[in-house]
């Protein structure tokens, strides 16, 4: 290639871009929703365990892999061990298919952004609204190339000038809204008449923040705690960004001082205090205005229940839509853009082409992918069962592949060659070439080589239905 490779230009703007990865739609709607149906309090002791010692182990190996090789997943394998290529591969895989869909989603976010602005928050917050929108023809994809085009732009620009100066921006600006709001939904309070009783009733935010913190052990059972495990391990794989390439040619780009074991950490804490606050933010919220029930709306609690809650909140509700619609379509901006930087980092070194033109023509293979994901809502539309018993239809059926599939695959092989065939040393060495201090490494050891594979093989065989083969099979047999 010739050309010197592009870098960070050091830590903060290396750990604000790898936080902008990591912080996305996963934090800020898929972990309260999980929260609220996984016992609170449980779900959140469970996760912040898991990412101190899983996440740190995943992010820790995805980083030193890319900056050790300087190069992304497809060579970076192939470096690491002769004839591990194919892991590379495997591994690109997962953001091709992510991005196929992630700037569909990022148009609903910037759709739901300009509602407000034009002040129809109302007509959002009616019944069918989200429905009536994605199944709409043209609407979704004039959002979702809009929203592919912003990313390119910034993946064009290149590592320091777009990405990282884009992150710089946007991810203090994002910290401070997602604070603010969640200050806000505590202090929210609703008197009505409950439902069920008929009686006078108030509900507080401090009542729905108690729900979110305090763990809820009614009814555990050991399959509902295994169940709550795996939710937990499910997210922080999709929080953290790891096993998918993404950390890799992140890391390749971080400069030889960086003392990755620390810029790891504020990567973490980054990721998670986003997280945890965004549940401080629409957990009281949707409680106050909708109790229990807005709890189990879903995946559709952002564009269904929040809008809801919004219009209950009165004038107010839409200056705090707008802000929080721009935060997330801010939050999924600098996620889409490691992912299509992934995928062009890796395509420049197949082809030894540059940024420009490799952008550009992933720009137009991803607007027909977008298109077509589109019209999975209507054209195409079709109901699959998937092999964990949810119905999808294309989206799901890209996010399913990717994410419950792919990614189990590609974290399991990779804690194999890491752990067993080059050793845990080879990472160890990295994180600390300059002497640094990394207290953790026997824990570092111990979790590649024997809790990370065993893991990621049970995480594999639920995701593909085969507890469920079991259970009906032996249900079958009394
Ligand atoms: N980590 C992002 C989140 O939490 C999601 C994401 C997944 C980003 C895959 C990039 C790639 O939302």
């Known amino acids: 290639m010739g050309e010197k490779r592009s870098s960070f230009s050091g830590q903060v703007g290396f750990v604000l871009a790898a936080a902008g990865s990591a912080v996305g739609v996963g934090n800020i709607w898929r972990f309260p929703y999980l929260a609220a149906k996984d016992g609170g309090g449980l779900f959140l002791l469970i996760y912040i365990i898991l990412v101190v010692t899983f996440g740190s182990t995943l992010l820790i190996s995805d980083l030193a892999i890319g900056r050790k090789t300087k190069l992304s997943s497809i060579y970076a394998y192939d470096k690491v061990k002769k004839g591990w290529k194919f892991l590379g591969v495997i591994t690109f895989f997962v953001p091709t298919l992510i991005m196929t869909y992630y700037a569909v989603i990022g148009g609903w976010i910037t759709k739901y952004v300009t509602i407000y602005l034009s002040g129809g928050g109302h007509k959002a917050a009616s019944n069918g609204y989200f429905n009536g929108f994605i199944t709409s023809k043209m609407a979704p994809i004039c959002f979702a190339i809009f929203f592919l085009a912003a990313t390119s732009v910034i993946v064009y620009m290149g590592v320091e000038k777009g990405i990282e100066a884009a992150s710089k921006?946007?991810?203090?600006?994002?910290?401070?809204?997602?604070?603010?709001?969640?200050?806000?939904?505590?202090?929210?309070?609703?008197?009505?008449?409950?439902?069920?009783?008929?009686?006078?009733?108030?509900?507080?935010?401090?009542?729905?923040l108690k729900i979110y913190v305090f763990p809820d052990f009614d009814g555990l059972t050991v399959q509902r705690f295994f169940q709550i495990l795996l939710d937990a391990m499910s997210q922080l794989f999709f929080s953290l960004s790891v096993a998918m390439g993404i950390m890799i040619t992140y890391g390749s780009y971080v400069k030889d001082d960086v003392n990755l074991n620390k810029a790891a950490g504020q990567i973490e804490l980054f990721d998670s205090i986003v997280a945890i606050f965004a549940g401080m933010m629409i957990i009281p919220a949707v409680y106050v205005f909708m109790g229990m029930d807005g709890m189990s709306a879903g995946p559709g609690l952002i564009f269904i229940s929040l809008p809801k809650v919004f219009e209950a909140m009165g004038s107010a509700g839409t200056v705090v839509a707008v802000v929080f619609f721009v935060m997330v379509a801010f939050a999924a901006l600098t996620s889409c853009v490691s992912v299509l930087e992934t995928i062009v980092a890796n395509?420049?070194?197949?082809?030894?082409?540059?940024?420009?033109?490799?952008?550009?023509?992933?720009?137009?293979?991803?607007?027909?992918?977008?298109?077509?994901?589109?019209?999975?809502?209507?054209?195409?539309?079709?109901?699959?069962?998937?092999?964990?018993?949810?119905?999808?239809?294309?989206?799901?059926?890209?996010?399913?592949?990717?994410?419950?599939?792919?990614?189990?695959?590609?974290?399991?092989?990779?804690?194999?060659?890491?752990?067993?065939?080059?050793?845990?040393?080879?990472?160890?060495?990295?994180?600390?070439?300059?002497?640094?201090?990394?207290?953790?490494?026997?824990?570092?050891s111990f979790m590649i080589k024997f809790v990370v594979p065993v893991v990621m093989f049970i995480l594999f065989l639920q995701s593909i239905g085969v507890f469920d083969h079991i259970r009906n099979f032996i249900v079958g047999l009394f």
């Open 169 to 208: 921006f946007i991810m203090p600006i994002l910290f401070v809204i997602i604070i603010g709001i969640a200050i806000f939904s505590l202090t929210l309070k609703y008197t009505g008449t409950d439902p069920v009783t008929g009686k006078e009733m108030t509900r507080t935010g401090l009542d729905g």
């Open 347 to 444: 395509c420049m070194e197949l082809f030894h082409a540059p940024r420009q033109k490799v952008t550009a023509i992933c720009t137009v293979l991803y607007t027909a992918a977008s298109v077509i994901i589109c019209l999975g809502y209507n054209v195409f539309y079709f109901e699959k069962t998937l092999p964990n018993g949810s119905v999808g239809q294309l989206l799901d059926i890209m996010d399913y592949i990717s994410n419950n599939f792919l990614m189990p695959i590609t974290s399991l092989l990779s804690a194999i060659l890491i752990g067993w065939i080059v050793k845990p040393k080879w990472v160890i060495d990295e994180v600390t070439k300059n002497g640094e201090d990394y207290k953790r490494r026997y824990i570092y």
